[in-house]
């Protein structure tokens, strides 16, 4: 049986301990994946805590499956997420609607109200 995909609370930002037990490893690993794969770049508080964003979840949720589910080595993976992130890059066709401008609105309000009380 295929392994369940792990459900990412709706958060903005999340502590090393909450990524590791989404993704599944420990927050050794997080650390070490952070200086193999450059695209994940958690944000730091004043106290050096990280702060990871959902994209960088997401992102080491990939690493995981490159790594561990398809046994790709550290550099495959690395190239692998390198070609995936230019195929995003794409110019997107859809035109903002003012419901989409709203829409990304309030996930903007949402992340300064957690980064908020995440700083408090």
Same mark, same amino acid.
């Given at each position: 049986? #295929? ?27 997080? #650390? ?12 730091? &508080? ?6 990871? #964003?959902?994209?960088? +979840?997401? &992102? ?8 561990h589910n398809e046994r790709f080595t550290i550099e495959g993976a690395r190239r692998r997420l390198k070609s995936v992130v230019k195929d ?8 903002? &609607? ?5 829409? +990304?609105? +309030? ?9 908020? #009380?995440?700083?408090?």
């Amino acid at each position: 049986m #295929r392994d369940a995909k792990p459900q990412i609370p709706d958060k903005l930002y999340f502590k090393i301990g909450e990524v590791a037990e989404i993704v599944g490893v420990k927050p050794y690993v997080l #650390r070490y994946w952070e200086g193999e794969f450059s695209l994940v770049k958690p944000a730091k &508080t004043r106290s050096r805590h990280r702060l990871y #964003r959902r994209k960088d +979840v997401q &992102t080491l949720l990939q690493i995981k499956r490159l790594l561990h589910n398809e046994r790709f080595t550290i550099e495959g993976a690395r190239r692998r997420l390198k070609s995936v992130v230019k195929d995003d890059r794409k110019p997107s066709e859809l035109a903002f &609607t003012d419901r989409a401008y709203r829409s +990304v609105l +309030v996930r903007v309000k949402k992340e300064i109200e957690s980064l908020h #009380r995440l700083l408090s």
